[in-house]
């Protein structure tokens, strides 16, 4: 059997001008894109970012990742996925798929490789990689991710804010991912340990609906929708233990 070749492709934050020349021009050659959604009907935001790039009779195929987190479901959905890629990567196509941001920093994309090597452990991928999230934002705001020899250090957030706060006792720059709906207890957090001032807020970096904020107490009282697609950077001096 001659497999297929699997391009994953990092489409950038939102803006389609981030994405690399590599992925569009991937993405405009492809018969078969695949592109993953958080639930049926809903609308792929990776496949919104580069449109202007698909051509028309591509075949493309929406993936469900539910944002759940019971492990046993998410395995089924990679595996599903992963079955769904391999069956045109066995018809000797060639075949890509669109993930958000960069394609090997918490990503759908690792978890989907993973389940497609079991199926073919020897299948022949290309990862392209993509701007962060944290990247843009940092553009977007001016503000210096890494300086000198402080440390930079990335969180996914999780209702389990001690690896935050131990991030900002650390020092140098804190970048919080998956923000979502923990928003207004990390505003709570920042508060606290007197990191606020020094944090910046952008939600849906290069896309219509972008939102700058630069003084986060404006953003506290907000709903749980405030944190989707969102990033914060934190500047924080290291603070000794008591």
């Not at 993936?63 to 089924?76: A, I, R």
């Not at 697609?229 to 603070?239: D, E, G, N, V």
Request: aromatic share 6%; no cysteine.
């Amino acid at each position: 059997m001659s497999l297929g070749k699997l391009y994953g492709i990092g489409v950038g934050p939102g803006d389609p001008e981030l994405i690399s020349i590599k992925g569009a021009r991937l993405i405009s050659n492809t018969k078969h894109l695949f592109v993953p959604i958080a639930r049926i009907k809903k609308k792929s935001v990776a496949l919104d970012i580069v449109k202007e790039y698909v051509n028309e009779g591509t075949n493309v195929k929406e993936l469900v990742f539910p944002m759940v987190t019971d492990k046993s479901e998410l395995n089924k959905r990679w595996d599903e996925s992963a079955r769904i890629i391999a069956d045109t990567l066995e018809s000797g196509e060639d075949a890509v798929f669109l993930t958000l941001g960069d394609a090997l920093l918490y990503s759908t994309y690792i978890y989907l490789l993973r389940s497609l090597r079991k199926i073919h452990p020897d299948v022949n991928v290309v990862t392209i990689p993509g701007i962060t999230a944290f990247s843009a934002v940092a553009a977007l705001t001016g503000f210096p991710v890494g300086e000198a020899k402080e440390p930079v250090t990335i969180v996914p957030t999780s209702d389990d804010l001690q690896a935050v706060r131990g991030a900002i006792e650390l020092g140098g720059t804190v970048i919080l991912m998956k923000v979502g709906k923990r928003l207004q207890n990390i505003l709570d957090l920042l508060e606290e340990m007197d990191a606020i001032k020094e944090s910046v807020f952008v939600a849906n970096a290069g896309m219509e609906s972008q939102r700058l904020v630069t003084d986060l107490r404006e953003l506290k009282g907000e709903n749980d929708q405030t944190g989707y697609l969102s990033t914060i950077l934190i500047k924080s001096q290291a603070r000794t233990k008591q």
